[in-house]
């Protein structure tokens, strides 16, 4: 049987065109469902407090930093949205008083436009915000040498290859509300993808790019970051691929309950814990990978049942 078109771009694939079936059995799931879904290599960890939430999301830069030495340097990859975390990040750097001359950071991606990464003056700007937030931030005795903060650039090659300098412990992200990492959205449906999205293994030899985003993306874009102004929002972007995502020794995503909704994270959790890996969701394609981690702060899982107001 043919899938469905997308409900919401018809052009695109997106999570509108799993079968019925799928999405009426995850929009049942309750918070202790979710819980349950912890498998070998999917670990599922809640959180009661925002506080204990935040603060969880910074240590794992501690975490990743504090393996870091002049033989094995050691960075951690992250995300903006959220960013809720980094100012802890540098408080943390500071209080603990830990050396970063060896730790690497990557940033996940950029906005891509006129035919190059977006400066640092634009009011989109991914990298300005980690350091806005974060790198500015820490003492600069303990700060990471430049040359060991990676941003994805129009040409990725300067990017792709930091990714051998040192080793990536963990690569932390939020969730899109179309169910991307990242920008790794899903795919056009044109092509030889007509009929049905590339399989995992073929999406998976993805890596650092160039990408077209969901018309969904952006409208989540403009309403996070630009009130709601979705001209200001590029339609293309600069991502971290899966080929590094697979290089990173743990996946944490982080689900505070308002970047995706509620149907948004129990979805991409339950094809990761059940491995119904499919590009037209991006994020369960992690069901593939042998070390990711969902951290939801339990008061934001909400339900998925109609409440008119």
């Known amino acids: ?20 079936e799928l999405l009426e059995e995850v929009a049942r799931l309750t918070a202790k469902d979710i819980e349950n879904l912890s498998r070998d290599g999917f670990r599922v960890v809640m959180y ?7 603060l969880a999301e910074a240590l794992e830069y501690i975490e ?38 060896h730790a690497h950071f990557w940033g996940m991606d950029e906005w891509y436009l006129d035919g190059k990464e977006v400066p640092e003056s634009h009011p989109l700007s991914f990298a300005r915000t980690d350091k806005e937030l974060c790198f500015n931030r820490i003492r600069p005795d303990l700060r990471m040498p430049e040359a060991n903060l990676h941003f994805p650039a129009a040409d990725p090659t300067e990017y792709k290859n930091s ?6 412990a ?26 049905n999205p590339p399989s995992p293994e073929e999406y998976r030899q993805l890596a650092t790019r160039v990408v077209d985003l969901h018309p969904l993306t952006l409208v989540q874009n403009a309403r996070t970051s630009g009130g709601g102004n979705i001209p200001l929002v590029p339609s293309q972007a600069i991502t971290v691929g899966p080929v590094e995502t697979w290089q ?17 994270i129990r979805l991409t959790a339950f094809m990761i814990s059940k491995r119904i890996p ?12 042998p070390n990711v981690q ?5 008061p934001g899982i909400g339900t998925c049942e109609t409440d008119m107001h």
């Open 294 to 298: 969902f951290n939801y702060y339990r």
């Open 1 to 20: 049987m043919a899938r469905p078109l997308s409900k919401i771009a018809p052009d695109w694939w997106d999570y509108t065109t799993l079968p019925k």
């Open 170 to 195: 963990i690569m932390q992200g939020g969730q899109g509300e179309i169910k991307h990492w990242a920008f790794n959205d899903p795919p056009k449906r044109e092509g030889k993808y007509v009929d």
């Open 163 to 168: 990714w051998r300098k040192a080793r990536c």
């Open 64 to 101: 990743a930093w504090k393996q870091a030495t002049p033989d094995e340097p050691v960075g951690i990859c992250g995300p903006i949205g959220p960013t809720e975390q980094l100012p802890l990040v540098a408080r943390l750097v500071n209080a603990l008083e830990l050396d970063l001359k």
């Open 48 to 54: 009661d407090s925002l506080e204990d939430f935040w």
């Open 278 to 289: 499919d590009a037209s969701v991006p994020m369960s394609l992690l069901a593939d990978h």
């Open 248 to 264: 990173a020794g743990r996946v944490s995503i982080w689900h505070p309950g308002w970047h995706d909704n509620a149907f948004g």
